[in-house]
């Protein structure tokens, strides 16, 4: 029978008491409660039933087809043998976690959103069950039972994300990707803007979970008075042309000392700080607030003045260390750049000495780089550095190798060597290092962390002066071309597919709901002016007039952006495949007490080599590992298409499984009726690979 505790919260800032029902059974392995397994998002089940003798015998217990297909990056939650995920069409739903079959699912199955999701939160407070999730703007607060919305929570079950953000960001791009993180009766929210110009302002936001109302508000671009205002412009804090420095990849929460662990991303645009000079505070960094009332008890930041695209791609860990002959609780915080930085989590103070690296100074024309950046001295990078990079480092399955080497000999590779004209090799790339699957770690303090490995290319060029061009064809310039390049043709190996002949495959409805709502991962453009929208589907559709339109120069030319990058373009070979050699995707084991790595081995196979009788290369990977209390590690997270186990202690592999298609996701490990599972969401799609509609569960025989 499960135990039911009274737990009192006293709260002398709020001046109330607060009484809330917590079932003690989250946290004792027979749930996976909370996004990546926990509030200290350690990825870490307590189960022991599946060990490193009876793995081999895993097989598919279940398996539940969602209506739609596509990427899903769903950490699934399981509370009381139900599970909650979220289909790549963002519907949310409820299955039984013993069969796949389902309960109940919420969404319109007519409204895709087109973008992605990493599941829900849940809530509880005696009977009442809350799952709260977020479908293009809005959080909704359904009913864990029915899947109803809750209708005294904002307006009729939903608040707007735009909520308690200044009036000049309420038309502006604002999505959530990661479900929002719970303590006591209030949700914080991770929010996903734009990165160029006409980014929202980052603002860190707690909600009621009961009446959905704002209750507090961090701004992360300071307002005059509070600390950090010196770091920006004076009047950088009205978002007229400088905002983002947001939370994306979610948070971590210390329950018992009430402290909330934020990390934040770069200050938009990404590229050129020309018009933000100084360090920009608090982009790029780590923020230890008052879970209650927002206030800023520390931070740490890890990038000055951003210009390299370097937001912290994943919640921290919250962790305890055998250091100095004692026990200190602390936060791990991984990194894009292959860097884990390790802080005492009360006092903000890091547990191993960090370097002021001295950086070179851009030529671009107003950019002013900071002259030093942070780089911890332990644990070593868990990736390769573009500094270190040589000739032959060009890959060897390339069959235009001297081609590469002479383009990587044109290229500026420094470590932090800012963005060129000529080219700057990006290494690890925009996508890590680590990602925003996160790390897992054990309870003696080793983390687990798988990484890419993929080297991309940025080249800046003067912001195009667009204002003779026709409105379709300047709207593009302005807000696709960075992603789907001047010609159309995208880049499909780095992610960005091509527009030609979109006007014959879509009408002009799907097209305007895709400028609208945005998909995958492109952001949706609802901001821009109706005409502006009606003619960029025209210049798509091949089928607008030639008359120029010579009203207003474009956004970034208006908040003072004088260079824009040419476009998301990875450091490929003729055949698509990474021109830097592998390995391209690893999987890491560190031990944070001491900084030492432990071991470091490649994840995954590549299929066009694999084909050819090559393993071993590592791939890109998105989603994080699962560790357990028996020494096994779970990951799928590989094109490839494959779910492993590895033996924590060593990196051997100890088994693998072919799934239906690829697993961009972290797996969950949850117990009914004395039976363990691991289940996994797979929808393939990234990186080319199949689409897929399932998730997998997999049990002993």
Same mark, same amino acid.
């Given at each position: 029978?499960?135990?039911?505790?009274?737990?009192?919260?006293v709260?002398?800032?709020?001046?109330?008491?607060?009484?809330?029902l917590?079932?003690?059974?989250?946290?004792?392995?027979?749930?996976?409660?909370?996004?990546?397994?926990?509030?200290?998002?350690?990825?870490?089940?307590?189960?022991?039933?599946?060990?490193?003798?009876?793995?081999?015998?895993?097989?598919?217990?279940?398996?539940?087809?969602?209506?739609?297909?596509?990427?899903?990056?769903?950490?699934?939650?399981?509370?009381?043998?139900?599970?909650?995920?979220?289909?790549?069409?963002?519907?949310?739903?409820?299955?039984?976690?013993?069969?796949?079959?389902?309960?109940?699912?919420?969404?319109?199955?007519?409204?895709?959103?087109?973008?992605?999701?990493?599941?829900?939160?849940?809530?509880?407070?005696?009977?009442?069950?809350?799952?709260?999730?977020?479908?293009?703007?809005?959080?909704?607060?359904?009913?864990?039972t029915?899947g109803?919305?809750?209708?005294?929570?904002?307006?009729?079950?939903?608040?707007?994300?735009?909520?308690?953000?200044?009036?000049?960001?309420?038309?502006?791009?604002?999505?959530?990707?990661?479900?929002?993180?719970?303590?006591?009766?209030?949700?914080?929210?991770?929010?996903?803007?734009?990165?160029?110009?006409?980014?929202?302002?980052?603002?860190?936001?707690?909600?009621?979970?009961?009446?959905?109302?704002?209750?507090?508000?961090?701004?992360?671009?300071?307002?005059?008075?509070?600390?950090?205002?010196?770091?920006?412009?004076?009047?950088?804090?009205?978002?007229?042309?400088?905002?983002?420095?947001?939370?994306?990849?979610?948070?971590?929460?210390?329950?018992?000392?009430?402290i909330?662990?934020?990390?934040?991303?770069?200050?938009?645009?990404?590229?050129?700080?020309?018009?933000?000079p100084?360090?920009?505070?608090?982009?790029?960094?780590?923020?230890?607030?008052?879970?209650?009332?927002?206030?800023?008890?520390?931070?740490?930041?890890?990038?000055?003045?951003?210009?390299?695209?370097?937001?912290?791609?994943?919640?921290?860990?919250?962790?305890?260390?055998?250091?100095y002959?004692?026990?200190?609780?602390?936060?791990?915080?991984?990194?894009?750049?292959?860097?884990?930085?390790?802080?005492?989590?009360?006092?903000?103070?890091?547990?191993?000495?960090?370097?002021?690296?001295?950086?070179?100074?851009?030529?671009?024309?107003?950019?002013v780089?900071?002259?030093?950046?942070?780089v911890?001295?332990?644990?070593?990078?868990?990736?390769?550095?573009?500094?270190?990079?040589?000739?032959?480092?060009i890959?060897?399955?390339?069959?235009?190798?001297?081609?590469?080497?002479?383009?990587?000999?044109?290229?500026?590779?420094?470590?932090?060597?800012?963005?060129?004209?000529?080219?700057?090799?990006?290494?690890?790339?925009?996508?890590?290092?680590?990602?925003?699957?996160?790390?897992?770690?054990?309870?003696?303090?080793?983390?687990?962390?798988?990484?890419?490995?993929?080297?991309?290319?940025?080249?800046?060029?003067?912001t195009?002066?667009?204002?003779?061009?026709?409105?379709?064809?300047?709207?593009?310039?302005?807000?696709?071309?960075?992603?789907?390049?001047?010609?159309?043709?995208g880049?499909?190996?780095?992610?960005y597919?091509?527009?030609? !002949?979109? @006007?014959?495959?879509?009408?002009?409805?799907?097209? #305007?709901? +895709? =400028?609208?709502?945005? &998909?995958?991962?492109?952001?949706?453009?609802?901001?821009?002016?109706?005409?502006?929208?009606?003619?960029?589907?025209?210049?798509?559709?091949?089928?607008?007039?030639?008359?120029?339109?010579?009203?207003?120069?474009?956004?970034?030319?208006?908040?003072g952006?004088?260079?824009?990058?040419?476009?998301?373009?990875?450091?490929?070979?003729?055949?698509?495949?990474?021109?830097?050699?592998?390995?391209?995707?690893?999987?890491?084991?560190?031990?944070?007490n001491?900084?030492?790595?432990?071991?470091?081995?490649?994840?995954?196979?590549?299929?066009?080599?694999?084909?050819?009788?090559?393993?071993?290369?590592?791939?890109? !990977?998105? @989603?994080?590992?699962v560790?357990?209390?028996?020494? #096994?590690l +779970? =990951?799928?997270?590989? &094109?490839?298409?494959?779910?492993?186990?590895?033996?924590?202690?060593?990196?051997?592999?100890?088994?693998?499984?072919?799934?239906?298609?690829?697993?961009?996701?972290?797996?969950?490990?949850?117990?009914?009726?004395?039976?363990?599972?691991?289940?996994?969401?797979?929808?393939?799609?990234?990186?080319?690979?199949?689409?897929?509609?399932?998730?997998?569960?997999?049990?002993?025989?």
């Amino acid at each position: 029978m499960k135990k039911v505790f009274l737990v009192l919260a006293v709260s002398l800032c709020l001046g109330f008491i607060k009484i809330q029902l917590v079932d003690d059974s989250f946290g004792s392995g027979e749930n996976w409660s909370e996004y990546l397994g926990g509030a200290d998002r350690n990825h870490y089940s307590k189960l022991d039933q599946i060990n490193l003798e009876n793995v081999k015998n895993l097989k598919v217990a279940w398996e539940y087809a969602t209506p739609d297909s596509g990427q899903m990056q769903v950490n699934p939650l399981i509370v009381d043998g139900v599970l909650f995920g979220v289909t790549s069409s963002v519907q949310a739903f409820a299955i039984d976690a013993g069969t796949g079959k389902e309960i109940w699912r919420f969404g319109d199955p007519l409204k895709n959103w087109a973008s992605t999701s990493r599941g829900v939160a849940y809530w509880q407070n005696g009977n009442d069950k809350r799952i709260l999730y977020t479908a293009g703007p809005n959080l909704w607060a359904l009913d864990a039972t029915t899947g109803k919305p809750i209708s005294t929570f904002g307006n009729g079950g939903k608040v707007d994300l735009h909520t308690g953000l200044p009036e000049s960001a309420k038309d502006k791009f604002i999505i959530s990707n990661t479900p929002g993180t719970i303590f006591e009766n209030l949700i914080y929210m991770p929010v996903r803007l734009s990165e160029d110009a006409d980014a929202a302002p980052g603002d860190i936001r707690a909600f009621d979970v009961i009446s959905g109302k704002l209750v507090w508000t961090f701004h992360t671009i300071p307002y005059p008075g509070e600390k950090g205002y010196e770091t920006f412009p004076k009047d950088a804090y009205k978002n007229e042309y400088v905002g983002a420095a947001n939370n994306w990849s979610g948070m971590a929460v210390d329950k018992s000392r009430g402290i909330l662990y934020v990390p934040t991303g770069s200050a938009a645009y990404d590229f050129y700080g020309g018009n933000r000079p100084g360090k920009n505070l608090f982009s790029n960094c780590l923020l230890a607030l008052d879970a209650r009332t927002g206030k800023l008890k520390w931070h740490y930041q890890f990038v000055h003045h951003d210009i390299w695209d370097r937001d912290l791609p994943a919640p921290p860990n919250l962790i305890t260390l055998n250091k100095y002959g004692k026990k200190i609780d602390a936060v791990a915080q991984v990194t894009k750049q292959g860097y884990v930085f390790v802080f005492d989590r009360v006092t903000g103070k890091s547990l191993f000495p960090i370097n002021a690296i001295p950086v070179p100074k851009s030529k671009l024309k107003g950019e002013v780089t900071w002259p030093t950046q942070p780089v911890p001295t332990l644990p070593k990078p868990y990736a390769r550095e573009s500094y270190k990079l040589t000739e032959k480092d060009i890959s060897p399955y390339a069959q235009n190798r001297d081609e590469l080497v002479k383009a990587f000999r044109t290229y500026k590779k420094g470590l932090f060597d800012p963005p060129s004209e000529e080219g700057t090799i990006i290494f690890p790339g925009y996508d890590g290092g680590a990602e925003w699957g996160g790390s897992a770690v054990d309870p003696n303090g080793v983390i687990y962390i798988n990484a890419n490995e993929m080297a991309w290319i940025q080249t800046m060029r003067p912001t195009q002066n667009t204002s003779g061009m026709p409105l379709g064809e300047r709207t593009y310039r302005n807000y696709c071309q960075n992603c789907h390049q001047p010609d159309l043709e995208g880049n499909v190996e780095s992610g960005y597919p091509s527009l030609v !002949n979109i @006007g014959k495959k879509h009408d002009n409805a799907a097209l #305007l709901n +895709f =400028i609208n709502s945005g &998909k995958g991962m492109m952001p949706g453009f609802g901001f821009i002016k109706p005409e502006e929208k009606q003619a960029l589907i025209a210049f798509l559709k091949n089928e607008e007039k030639k008359e120029v339109q010579s009203k207003d120069s474009q956004m970034s030319q208006k908040a003072g952006v004088a260079y824009k990058m040419t476009g998301y373009n990875k450091f490929l070979d003729n055949r698509g495949l990474p021109a830097i050699g592998p390995p391209w995707g690893t999987l890491n084991a560190i031990d944070l007490n001491s900084g030492k790595q432990l071991w470091r081995i490649p994840l995954g196979n590549e299929p066009i080599l694999q084909k050819e009788g090559i393993t071993g290369t590592g791939t890109e !990977n998105y @989603g994080g590992p699962v560790i357990t209390k028996t020494g #096994l590690l +779970f =990951i799928a997270a590989t &094109k490839d298409a494959s779910l492993r186990a590895f033996e924590a202690k060593t990196g051997k592999l100890v088994w693998e499984h072919a799934l239906p298609a690829a697993a961009f996701a972290t797996p969950s490990m949850y117990s009914k009726n004395g039976k363990q599972y691991l289940v996994i969401a797979c929808g393939g799609t990234k990186l080319g690979t199949p689409k897929g509609n399932k998730y997998v569960a997999f049990a002993l025989e």
